[in-house]
């Protein structure tokens, strides 16, 4: 069966640090990877996918993430975080192709202090 | 803001009873999805709906039902609830794109709370 891990539950950092979230995950064949962030409050709001291409993928507000296929990895990266960063971030994974489910992690929650 | 809407925003029932919660898909969308995000846990998949016929199931009971609507409106009805029920509901709608791709985009959530 598909699953999702993400390495880190809880991370604490401080303003200006680096940031790199670990998301694996176990499927053999083609599949979309996705990074969403749920700030306190709001809802889910996809921050970057990949699907196919280059494997840096580039998203909104300075986040990148790398997919790297030997490693069914898919990492989430920023290189200075900041306050507003505070925020819980899902790694999430489908089968390339098929709109259905979508396979979660179960979620770093980012504290950043300012 | 992504335009997918669901109601109510908070809900509390007893357990055994019913209830009914409702989403309106982003315009254009004609694929509904549900999901149960229990709390401190990722998002777990219900069901999804395209073009108003159940297509595809996650692993819970029959008492979970869904319908979705012409307008692409959906709803999921939760029978017999159980306090184990409590969770945040999501709604997700999604449209196939040009290059094939899907999108997910997300309502802001049902939170059900079975005492």
């Known amino acids: 069966a598909q699953s999702v891990s993400q390495h880190n539950h809880h991370v604490i950092l401080s303003e200006a640090a680096s940031l790199e979230l670990g998301c694996n995950y176990s499927?053999?064949?083609?599949?979309?990877l996705f990074w969403y962030v749920q700030y306190p409050g709001q809802h889910l709001q996809l921050l970057l996918k990949?699907?196919?291409?280059d494997p840096l993928v580039k998203g909104i507000k300075g986040f990148e993430a790398e997919f790297i296929k030997s490693k069914f990895s898919f990492n989430l990266r920023k290189p200075s975080v900041q306050w507003s960063d505070t925020a819980e971030y899902f790694c999430?994974?489908?089968?390339?192709?098929?709109?259905?489910?979508?396979?979660w992690g179960l979620g770093t929650s980012l504290a950043v202090n300012p | 803001e992504t335009g997918v809407t669901q109601s109510p925003t908070h809900l509390i029932k007893t357990r055994g009873q019913q209830v009914t919660l409702r989403c309106s898909s982003q315009?254009?969308?004609?694929?509904v999805s549900w999901y149960q995000q229990a709390l401190g846990q990722g998002p777990q998949f219900i069901f999804q709906?395209?073009?108003?016929?159940?297509?595809g199931r996650g692993n819970f009971p029959p008492r979970f039902s869904g319908l979705q609507f012409p307008n692409y409106s959906s709803e999921l009805n939760v029978n017999a609830l159980e306090l184990d029920d409590s969770a945040l509901y999501l709604c997700?709608?999604?449209?196939?794109?040009?290059?094939?791709?899907?999108?997910?985009?997300f309502g802001p959530g049902t939170r059900l709370t079975v005492t």
């Open positions: 997700a709608s999604s449209y196939r794109t040009g290059t094939g791709t899907y999108e997910q985009y």
């Open positions: 315009s254009g969308h004609n694929t």
């Open positions: 709906y395209y073009r108003e016929e159940e297509n």
């Open positions: 499927y053999g064949g083609t599949v979309n």
């Open positions: 990949y699907f196919s291409g």
């Open positions: 999430a994974v489908n089968r390339a192709g098929n709109n259905r489910k979508l396979i």
